[in-house]
């Protein structure tokens, strides 16, 4: 029978599962959006996702504050709430930057016609994609699952940047494409971020998992030492 500290670890699981997922539909939801046609895009269903988020956030909180107080964990247990925490915080920063995204894609006119031309579809399916395996990390406290993630971020910033170069390299002939072109580059960063944050909670995974402290942009110097 489980004892009542091992129920709060799997309640404190669950309900970063659960925000994890919320967080992931909100992805989905802003890249549809981003990817329609202006008049289109509402985000009503992103922004009471969002609330629900935010309550989760601080369960979240109050779990650990009472195992912190009152059970004394040690060892992975210890890492585990110890990453909880954090995970919790960069699941929420994502769900900002998903409502952020929505907000600069209603700006963009001949939004159609900017992301066929600067590849944005593509870059917005990978973020997608890098979301849903960062839960499925988290789900699975799957170590070995952090290499993938960190490959697929280092993807997604290349390509955000090379997105904006040229975006930036369009305005600069295309007075007509400035306002656009600026909400765009908003968009990438926010899209670029929202991947940097799925790394940072696939790099707390790792933590709890192994024991150790593996940063995505050290990953390479690990690989050539292997």
Same mark, same amino acid.
């Given at each position: 029978m489980a004892t009542h500290f091992e129920m709060e670890l799997? *309640?404190? =699981?669950?309900?970063? =599962?659960?925000?994890?997922?919320?967080?992931?539909?909100?992805?989905?939801?802003?890249?549809k959006i981003l990817l329609q046609e202006p008049e289109a895009a509402e985000g009503k269903i992103i922004k009471k996702t969002e609330n629900k988020i935010d309550k989760l956030d601080v369960k979240i909180d109050e779990i650990c504050q009472s195992i912190f107080a009152l059970k004394q964990p040690v060892a992975s247990d210890l890492r585990f709430i110890m990453s909880a925490m954090q995970i919790s915080n960069e699941i929420e920063?994502?769900?900002?930057?998903?409502?952020?995204?929505?907000?600069?894609?209603?700006?963009?006119?001949?939004? /159609?016609?900017?992301?066929?031309?600067? *590849?944005?579809?593509?870059?917005?399916?990978?973020?997608?994609?890098?979301?849903?395996?960062? *839960?499925?990390?988290?789900?699975?406290?799957?170590? =070995?699952?952090?290499?993938?993630?960190?490959?697929l971020n280092k993807d997604i910033r290349n390509s955000c940047e090379d997105a904006i /170069?040229?975006?930036?390299?369009?305005? =600069?002939?295309?007075?007509?494409a400035v306002v656009s072109g600026t909400n765009l580059v908003i968009v990438l960063k926010h899209l670029e971020r929202i991947s940097e944050h799925c790394t940072n909670i696939a790099e707390y995974v790792y933590f709890t998992v192994n024991a150790k402290i593996i940063k995505h942009d050290k990953f390479d110097d690990l690989r050539s030492e292997d």
């Open positions: 799997d *309640n404190l =699981k669950s309900i970063i =599962k659960k925000i994890g997922k919320l967080a992931e539909g909100q992805v989905s939801e802003a890249v920063r994502i769900g900002d930057l998903s409502i952020s995204i929505v907000k600069k894609a209603k700006n963009i006119k001949e939004k /159609h016609d900017l992301i066929v031309k600067f *590849n944005i579809a593509d870059i917005s399916r990978q973020v997608e994609l890098i979301t849903a395996k960062t *839960n499925i990390c988290f789900a699975e406290q799957d170590g =070995k699952a952090t290499g993938e993630i960190f490959v /170069h040229d975006i930036i390299n369009e305005m =600069k002939v295309n007075s007509k």
